[in-house]
């Protein structure tokens, strides 16, 4: 029997039913007062039935101001609660746990939502579209933390089962981790405990502010694979800190917006272990240092090679995410054994370089979209129309906000 159906049960007691786990994918289908929408209750509920244990939104910012699209669902006081419910309950009729991915989009805030975003430090991101930051100070970033508390609350109250805190992939508490980007001189910059400061405290504030049943658990970069950027070794060591402070289980990513790792679409003949799931040669040493589990997301596709990671101890849980927008049912195929491999569409695209950038994410984004609102993606829209539309979607999705926000 395939180690990918064993149950698991986390530090805090709570059970998952299987290791297949959707990573969070920004489904960016909120409504302009970033409300979640049938669309998106639909999405859920077909993942739901679909048969992981565990589906993790997208980012779901703490701040109307630092969104990382203008379609995110938002958690605050000014949230709908009733379409919040709805959401969850789609995502548990099949009977996964729900998680709410909580985030801070810092300064990876597109510029035509907050043209000075908060961030760590004034340095801006190297990428068009990102406006010039602002460094927190000490009241805004007690502010920060206040308010994934507040997040986590509503979470909590709209029948979520836990949050994760996205500390991966560039946004405010993993730029903070970063030296490259955090230059600070005071108690949140500098040392790798001064890095570490922000994220520990957001951690520590929302374990006490949650019930001890409900799941805590965090997105880590295995390593920013930037020069001068947070490393492997800062990653073990982060790692551990968050184990101290009572998180329920660590998910490893890596990269950042302007070092699209996360995202690597590999070869055919990627067969190998290593090749196929990417971060896995890094997670060893993480889980090595570790006792809580462990999940490591990108990259992987065959239940034989998921199956062996967990069976030699490497990982505990199985992150996937484009295979979720190409079949959202493929995890139940997958664990009964009808299929061996999940969707790996992918592989039969051309190399990133050869294309727009940024132009395959942005093809599954609009394929997620698809998926929401008819029910189905279109597999034979081509990379250029994929990417096209999905451009379009953000204007349409900012202008929409940007007039929600200053009605005339
Ligand atoms: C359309 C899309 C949206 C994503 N949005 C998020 C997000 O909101 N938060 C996050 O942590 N990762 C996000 N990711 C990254 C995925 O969680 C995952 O790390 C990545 O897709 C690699 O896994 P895979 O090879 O199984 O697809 C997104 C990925 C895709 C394809």
């Given at each position: 029997?395939?180690?990918?159906?064993?149950?698991?049960?986390?530090?805090?007691?709570i059970e998952l039913k299987n290791r297949i786990v959707k990573s969070?994918?920004?489904?960016?289908?909120?409504?302009?007062?970033?409300?979640?929408?049938?669309?998106?209750?639909?999405?859920?509920?077909?993942?739901?039935?679909?048969?992981?244990?565990?589906?993790?939104?997208?980012?779901?910012?703490?701040?109307?101001?630092?969104?990382?699209?203008?379609?995110?669902?938002?958690?605050?006081?000014?949230?709908?609660?009733?379409?919040?419910?709805?959401?969850?309950?789609?995502?548990?009729?099949?009977?996964?746990?729900?998680l709410a991915q909580l985030a801070h989009a810092g300064r990876q805030?597109?510029?035509?939502?907050?043209?000075?975003?908060?961030?760590?430090?004034?340095?801006?991101?190297?990428?068009?579209?990102?406006?010039?930051?602002?460094?927190?100070?000490?009241?805004?970033?007690?502010?920060?933390?206040?308010?994934?508390?507040?997040?986590?609350?509503?979470?909590?109250?709209?029948?979520?089962?836990?949050?994760?805190?996205?500390?991966?992939?560039?946004?405010?508490?993993?730029?903070?981790?970063?030296?490259?980007?955090?230059?600070?001189?005071?108690?949140?910059?500098?040392?790798?405990?001064?890095?570490?400061?922000?994220?520990?405290?957001?951690?520590?504030?929302?374990?006490?502010?949650?019930?001890?049943?409900?799941?805590?658990?965090?997105?880590?970069?295995?390593?920013?694979?930037?020069?001068?950027?947070?490393?492997?070794?800062?990653?073990?060591?982060?790692?551990?800190?968050?184990?101290?402070?009572?998180?329920?289980?660590?998910?490893?990513?890596?990269?950042?917006?302007?070092?699209?790792?996360?995202?690597?679409?590999?070869?055919?003949?990627?067969?190998?272990?290593?090749?196929?799931?990417y971060f896995l040669d890094y997670a060893a040493a993480i889980k090595?240092?570790?006792?809580?589990?462990?999940?490591?997301?990108?990259?992987?596709?065959?239940?034989?090679?998921?199956?062996?990671?967990?069976?030699?101890?490497?990982?505990?849980?199985?992150?996937?995410?484009?295979?979720?927008?190409?079949?959202?049912?493929?995890?139940?195929?997958?664990?009964?054994?009808?299929?061996?491999?999940?969707?790996?569409?992918?592989?039969?695209?051309?190399?990133?370089?050869?294309?727009?950038?940024?132009?395959?994410?942005?093809?599954?984004?609009?394929?997620?979209?698809?998926?929401?609102?008819?029910?189905?993606?279109?597999?034979?829209?081509?990379?250029?129309?994929?990417?096209?539309?999905?451009?379009?979607?953000?204007?349409?999705?900012?202008?929409?906000?940007?007039?929600?926000?200053?009605?005339?």
């Amino acid at each position: 029997m395939s180690k990918i159906n064993e149950k698991l049960t986390l530090p805090n007691g709570i059970e998952l039913k299987n290791r297949i786990v959707k990573s969070a994918m920004s489904e960016a289908l909120a409504d302009e007062n970033n409300n979640p929408t049938q669309a998106q209750i639909d999405l859920f509920q077909q993942w739901s039935e679909g048969g992981a244990a565990l589906l993790i939104t997208g980012n779901t910012p703490v701040d109307r101001m630092h969104l990382e699209h203008a379609g995110n669902f938002v958690l605050d006081p000014k949230s709908d609660l009733k379409q919040v419910s709805a959401l969850v309950a789609a995502g548990q009729s099949g009977g996964a746990k729900m998680l709410a991915q909580l985030a801070h989009a810092g300064r990876q805030t597109p510029e035509a939502i907050n043209p000075h975003p908060t961030s760590i430090s004034e340095v801006r991101l190297a990428l068009p579209g990102y406006g010039q930051p602002f460094p927190a100070t000490e009241s805004e970033l007690s502010e920060v933390i206040a308010k994934f508390v507040q997040s986590a609350r509503r979470a909590e109250e709209a029948g979520f089962d836990g949050v994760q805190i996205h500390a991966a992939h560039g946004y405010l508490l993993s730029s903070s981790l970063s030296p490259r980007i955090n230059t600070r001189e005071d108690r949140w910059g500098g040392s790798l405990e001064n890095r570490a400061r922000l994220v520990l405290e957001v951690v520590r504030a929302v374990r006490n502010a949650v019930d001890p049943g409900f799941i805590l658990a965090v997105k880590l970069n295995s390593s920013d694979f930037q020069k001068g950027g947070f490393t492997h070794t800062d990653s073990v060591q982060v790692a551990v800190m968050l184990e101290a402070e009572g998180v329920d289980f660590i998910e490893i990513s890596g990269g950042n917006f302007e070092e699209p790792t996360a995202y690597q679409h590999t070869s055919k003949s990627a067969s190998s272990q290593a090749r196929e799931a990417y971060f896995l040669d890094y997670a060893a040493a993480i889980k090595d240092a570790l006792d809580i589990p462990l999940m490591v997301t990108g990259g992987f596709r065959s239940a034989s090679v998921m199956s062996d990671a967990i069976q030699n101890g490497k990982i505990d849980l199985i992150g996937m995410g484009r295979p979720f927008i190409a079949d959202p049912k493929f995890a139940a195929k997958l664990l009964s054994g009808v299929i061996s491999m999940a969707p790996a569409i992918e592989r039969d695209f051309p190399p990133a370089d050869s294309l727009p950038r940024g132009a395959v994410l942005n093809w599954f984004c609009s394929q997620l979209a698809l998926l929401g609102k008819q029910g189905r993606p279109d597999l034979s829209m081509s990379i250029e129309e994929g990417h096209e539309n999905y451009l379009d979607q953000i204007r349409f999705a900012t202008e929409r906000l940007n007039k929600a926000r200053r009605p005339d």
